[in-house]
């Protein structure tokens, strides 16, 4: 399997935050097989920190991030991107509003998790949620896993704003320190006792906060996921053409 | 200090591994003050690990890269990108070649890094290079050093060959083990023996497979200083506009 002869272009819409896009660009990398640079996927990446917070925006406290959406995707199509990833799950609430102007496919990251949770063995009936108040609010999860029959549980107010959003601020600002992991980690036992069988990390900045280790039930990265469905493409694709 | 008012746009010349292009955007990110995203810089990635190997180009043993590094200069440019940043050593051979076709001011890396030396206390008067073959068949560190009157001293041709090259061809097939690390400590104890007062990690690979207490002199990180001077410059032009 080598992904060297594809003419697949990976546009990355990035900076929803900048460290998760740096840590999705690095899953992406060590993903790819190969064993020189020439076996990886070219790829352009659009890194604009300045989009209005999703989160406000969905909550209503802030502008809509939907014009600098769709700037990005243009830059990332001029720049010859082929495919559009968004690690962002956030940003995913604006996905139907930018789809069909963006000229290119969205290789949709809450979709592909959804996907994978019906690959997993033993089965998952029940998947717990760690994500922005922004995420939870627009139902981007529920609304998957619904398609999949997949009951998704998650924290309750107080857990969601105290634990949850206290440790996405902290990792934003460039802290990761024991208090931001044990916010998540409690926050994660929560959702085990109300049966869930995995935990999404579905915010890009919460695997950066919480170790698989700190979970006892199978952690997943959103961002693992669309990287694998990425590579999966371009190689699928090479192998077509 | 904020960059968050800037209208400097990163571009980033990248693939060269593309591991370390990835880090080299951590890095950015990490050194930007600000406690949150909107504070960060926007930034343009074009990733091209089909880029021919530098290294091989400079040694006579394959195609020229400089007309990807201008066709990647091209598409960051037009991507609207306002100063550009090459985070592989071993390119900045080729530098002189594109410099006059780019229209965006590049900030050289081993100019930075001889500036930067300059700055360290004690002063620095020798200075070691881990770097790939080419880089240091090129002599790009010793002319930049030359300039500032720091020695620099280098591997002998056998460490250079079997321990330093082995080691990057080891980080850019994605192993980092023991024996990678064991190879570059080894070859910077070399260099110290030399009486080399700092080490520079003259491959932006080196550091994925080297940290710095593994040697007993500071180790300079040339894509870190790459990037500190990349915000300075961000920060500055805040300031001043």
Request: include cysteine; proline fraction near 7%; charged fraction near 20%.
């Amino acid at each position: 399997m080598t992904t060297s002869t594809t003419t697949e272009v990976i546009g990355i819409l990035g900076g929803m935050g900048p460290a998760a896009t740096a840590d999705f660009y690095a899953k992406l990398v060590a993903t790819t097989p190969g064993s020189s640079d020439q076996d990886h996927l070219r790829t352009v990446i659009w890194s604009d920190p300045t989009i209005p917070d999703r989160t406000e925006a969905l909550l209503g406290d802030g502008p809509d991030p939907t014009p600098w959406l769709l700037d990005g995707s243009r830059v990332l199509r001029e720049a010859g991107a082929t495919v559009i990833a968004i690690p962002c799950n956030t940003a995913h609430a604006f996905v139907p509003r930018i789809a069909d102007h963006v000229g290119l496919p969205i290789v949709h990251m809450i979709g592909e998790v959804a996907r994978h949770l019906t690959t997993v063995s033993p089965p998952i009936h029940t998947a717990g949620l760690l994500a922005s108040s922004g995420t939870v609010r627009a139902g981007l999860y529920q609304e998957w896993l619904d398609r999949y029959g997949i009951r998704l549980v998650l924290p309750d107010a107080a857990s969601q704003d105290r634990e949850v959003m206290t440790a996405i601020h902290a990792v934003k600002s460039g802290t990761r320190d024991g208090t931001t992991t044990a916010l998540l980690t409690r926050a994660a036992q929560r959702l085990t006792e109300q049966g869930a069988q995995a935990v999404i990390a579905g915010c890009t900045e919460i695997p950066l906060g919480l170790s698989a280790d700190a979970v006892d039930v199978p952690l997943i990265d959103p961002a693992l996921v669309l990287a694998q469905a990425l590579v999966r493409r371009a190689t699928t694709e090479s192998r077509a053409g």
